[in-house]
């Protein structure tokens, strides 16, 4: 086993302590559901003042409306029940550092991490590599703002999304923790009854 996993599991039974069993829904209480990214720095649960059970959080590279992204949203609000979904960028995200056309390079080269340096992305693995990358759109934007507003419109238009379901745009601001709200993007998302 893994240090990692050894520690993994030492964490589990220190969580398994304080464990209630008791009604353990999942339908989220307070019928949220929060698309955001998967960077590790962000605990969007606390970042938004909520509780475990409180909202269904979705997470991928960049926090994009993707079509796995909605397909889970979709899921959160069809056999979940949650009313209202929440958008959340944050700032110093990877996916702004990148472009598709670097990232399809990158893996072309070696399959191994890259680095970023004053320069750019570099590769630091010898091969082998894959032309797959060039295939994936890698949904990498350069304006968080926009790329917010971008995803509220996605997901509000698609065919599959109640027009009662708000969908509102926020961006987590990692160097304070400050959550805002982008008034396009809310607004391009309020609910249509």
């Not at 989220?28 to 475990?52: F, Q, S, V, Y």
């Not at 909605?70 to 959160?76: A, E, K, N, T």
């Not at 700032?91 to 702004?96: F, K, L, N």
């Not at 693995?125 to 994936?136: D, N, W």
Request: aromatic share 4%.
């Amino acid at each position: 086993m893994s240090e990692l996993l050894d520690d993994i599991f030492e964490g589990n039974r220190r969580w398994i302590e304080d464990f209630e069993p008791g009604d353990r829904s999942a339908r989220p209480r307070r019928r949220c559901a929060i698309l955001t990214c998967m960077d590790a720095r962000l605990e969007p649960l606390a970042a938004l003042g909520l509780d475990p059970g409180d909202a269904v959080v979705v997470r991928n590279a960049g926090g994009r409306a993707s079509d796995d992204a909605i397909r889970s949203l979709v899921v959160s609000c069809k056999l979940l029940g949650t009313r209202e979904w929440l958008v959340v960028h944050h700032t110093r995200c990877v996916m702004t550092t990148i472009d598709d056309w670097t990232m399809g390079d990158l893996l072309q080269r070696s399959l191994e991490e890259a680095t970023l340096d004053e320069t750019g992305w570099r590769d630091s693995g010898s091969g082998p590599g894959t032309a797959e990358g060039r295939y994936v759109s890698w949904l990498t934007f350069s304006n968080p703002e926009q790329a917010l507003v971008d995803d509220v419109l996605r997901i509000r238009n698609s065919p599959m999304v109640p027009p009662g379901v708000a969908v509102r745009g926020l961006i987590l601001e990692s160097e304070t923790g400050r959550l805002r709200e982008v008034e396009a993007a809310s607004r391009a998302g309020r609910a249509r009854e």
